[in-house]
């Protein structure tokens, strides 16, 4: 047990998915894996571990924002000695040619602050995916068929964003769609030497103002899910 997570040792496994929402975790751990058992509550913040194809998956949600994230993914690593980290979540498309419902895995992830800003100071450093975890998230995206980006991201501190004028300057370079946690994520696993990813849903979109209707999530958010689980075991 942590602070945060109450699994006994050896009850979460070496491979997480993380979503931010802890009812999207108890949806994917019911329809993805076999043998799903709860192993974590605290603060409701719901964690399940089970086996997909034979291997052992832990789908814990994260919470929203790097603050939250981190306290999770911290505990997973240092704790529990989580090796590969996937967040799973929804972002805002901030490209036309990226279009809702699409995936995007995020090569890299801009930010302005993440709670390890503390740390790494004056430096601009450029939070990463691992790469074999990219190229089998991208092989697997083709495979599904998933209209899928690969680029970099913004991982925002803000969901009420009252700086129109940082989005601008994302859009000019290039930013496919703006999250608020795999900044932190692929910061902590490059710190502890683990792989991470985030493999993202468009969910809405900043230029287009469009939205994805709630019914049409479910179906959309699965292919995210296969995507995750066929890359941590490719
Ligand atoms: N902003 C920040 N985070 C998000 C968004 C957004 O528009 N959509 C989904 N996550």
Redesign the pocket.
């Known amino acids: 047990m942590t602070i945060h997570i109450g699994a006994k040792p050896g009850e979460i496994a070496d491979t997480v998915l993380l979503p931010?929402d802890p009812y999207r975790a108890k949806w994917a751990a019911e329809t993805f894996l076999s043998d799903a058992r709860l192993v974590n509550d605290v603060r409701g913040m719901l964690g399940f571990t089970g086996t997909w194809n034979g291997h052992r998956v832990t789908i814990q949600g994260s919470g929203m924002g790097m603050p939250s994230l981190s306290i999770y993914v911290n505990e997973l690593i240092r704790d529990y000695g989580a090796k590969t980290l996937i967040r799973i979540?929804?972002?805002?498309g901030m490209q036309d040619r990226v279009k809702i419902r699409d995936v995007i895995l995020a090569m890299t992830a801009t930010t302005v602050s993440s709670p390890s800003s503390a740390i790494l100071r004056e430096l601009n450093y450029a939070p990463c995916a691992n790469w074999d975890l990219l190229k089998s998230a991208a092989e697997a995206a083709n495979d599904i068929g998933a209209n899928t980006h690969i680029g970099g991201i913004y991982s925002?501190d803000?969901?009420y964003?009252e700086r129109p004028d940082l989005n601008e300057q994302m859009v000019r370079h290039g930013i496919l769609?703006?999250?608020?946690e795999a900044a932190e994520l692929y910061t902590l696993a490059a710190r502890h030497g683990r792989r991470a990813l985030a493999v993202?849903t468009?969910?809405?979109?900043?230029i287009t103002g469009e939205a994805l209707p709630s019914e049409d999530r479910e179906r959309s958010f699965g292919d995210m899910v296969e995507i995750a689980l066929r890359a941590a075991f490719a």
Do not use: K, N, W, Y
Not at 89 to 92: A, L, R, V, Y
């Open positions: 931010g979540g929804s972002c805002g925002s803000v969901f964003d769609g703006v999250e608020m993202l468009v969910s809405d979109h900043l």
